[in-house]
């Protein structure tokens, strides 16, 4: 089955403490996006990727990283998570180039940071 | 910079009736505009794009409208059903892409 997987779906953790949030899509595509969105703001772009160890800034980028090192992968690093990274977070792929409209987004993770 | 489609807010509609989703937008390049639904506790799925040099799409159950020389966008719901309750987005098929917050659409039994 055609999908975005994202690890893990909940997490709740503490100012300060580095997490990861992986993802990873089956389809090979080419791009692949991370999302953050919060009540009334809606879905503000963190950091994408155009291609293997090609990233590039969102809107939101301040306080996370990302790495691009295997087409299938594009995992969202807090180095130290403070509580306004609280917020419910997308990832998504889609093909690159023609016909590359349709972004496939994963489950969400929810992140709690106190 | 980002083009980010803007929306009213919310819209309730009766079960049976048809549906009109507005969105206005702000980068006259773009070559595809889409829409996306959002259930509830879900991450957001594709559901119909149009290429800019067309005024209209048709898909099941829905059309799309876009309108350049205003600059909006319509997704019309033909019969809405209970299912049919979620969010929606509009957006384009940029790479620095951020959406807005959407329109609610809630249906009445």
């Known amino acids: 089955e055609a999908q975005v997987t994202q690890n893990p779906r909940y997490l709740i953790t503490v100012t300060g403490k580095k997490l990861t949030v992986t993802c990873s899509q089956n389809?090979?595509?080419?791009?692949m996006s991370w999302y953050r969105q919060d009540p009334g703001l809606g879905l503000r772009q963190i950091y994408y990727?155009?291609?293997?160890?090609?990233?590039d800034k969102g809107d939101v980028p301040e306080g996370y990283k990302v790495s691009r090192k295997e087409k299938r992968n594009f995992p969202l690093i807090l180095e130290s998570p403070s509580p306004n990274q609280t917020s419910l977070y997308f990832c998504a792929s889609r093909k690159s180039g023609t016909g590359g409209n349709e972004q496939f987004f994963g489950p969400g993770t929810r992140l709690t940071v106190l | 910079g980002e083009s980010v489609g803007l929306h009213l807010p919310t819209l309730s509609v009766q079960e049976g009736d048809n549906s009109i989703i507005n969105c206005a937008y702000s980068n006259s390049a773009s070559d595809y505009f889409i829409w996306y639904k959002q259930e509830s506790g879900k991450g957001p799925q594709f559901i119909i794009d149009i290429r800019s040099n067309m005024d209209k799409r048709q898909g099941q159950r829905v059309t799309v409208l876009l309108n350049k020389t205003v600059k909006h966008l319509s997704l019309q719901i033909a019969a809405t059903q209970p299912g049919d309750s979620a969010v929606y987005f509009c957006?384009?098929?940029?790479?620095?892409?951020?959406f807005g917050a959407g329109t609610t659409v809630t249906v009445r039994a």
């Open positions: 389809m090979n595509h080419e791009y």
């Open positions: 957006a384009e098929n940029g790479y620095k892409l951020s």
């Open positions: 990727s155009m291609n293997v160890e090609v990233t």
